[in-house]
Nanobody, 121 residues
Framework: QVQLVESGGGLVQPGGSLRLFCAAS????????MAWYRQAPGKQRELVAL???????NYADSVKGRFTISRDNAKNTVSLQMNGLRPEDTGDYYC???????????????WGQGTQVTVSS
């Protein structure tokens, strides 16, 4: 079993910063990618940022230049530094990872429980 646990959400004023953190634990042989998704009230879940083990990063257009994803491959962690936060960044943020849980198995997709981010004055 693989668990992803997020932390770091909260309430912040527009223009402020937050850092989200996610740690993966359990039966892990390797992790292919780690990512952050978000879901705003009444909207579909969307990809915010993704980072591969090789270091490639992808960002949603709406967060480019404001958010930075980083990983510690040795510790199976991923973080999301969010600067210049806007009210439209409000939502539940979910950690996501593609994990190889056993030798010879494929890559399985796992989700954390989510952490809430509210940007409001």
């Amino acid at each position: 079993q693989v668990q992803l646990v997020e932390s770091g959400g909260g309430l912040v004023q527009p223009g402020g910063s937050l850092r989200l953190f996610c740690a993966a634990s359990g039966s892990i042989v390797s992790i292919d990618y780690m990512a952050w998704y978000r879901q705003a009230p009444g909207k579909q879940r969307e990809l915010v940022a993704l980072m591969t083990t090789g270091g490639s990063r992808n960002y949603a257009d709406s967060v480019k230049g404001r958010f930075t994803i980083s990983r510690d491959n040795a510790k199976n962690t991923v973080s999301l530094q969010m600067n210049g936060l806007r009210p439209e960044d409000t939502g539940d943020y979910y950690c996501n990872a593609g994990v190889v849980p056993a030798a010879g198995s494929g890559v399985y997709n796992y989700w954390g429980q989510g952490t809430q981010v509210t940007v409001s004055s």
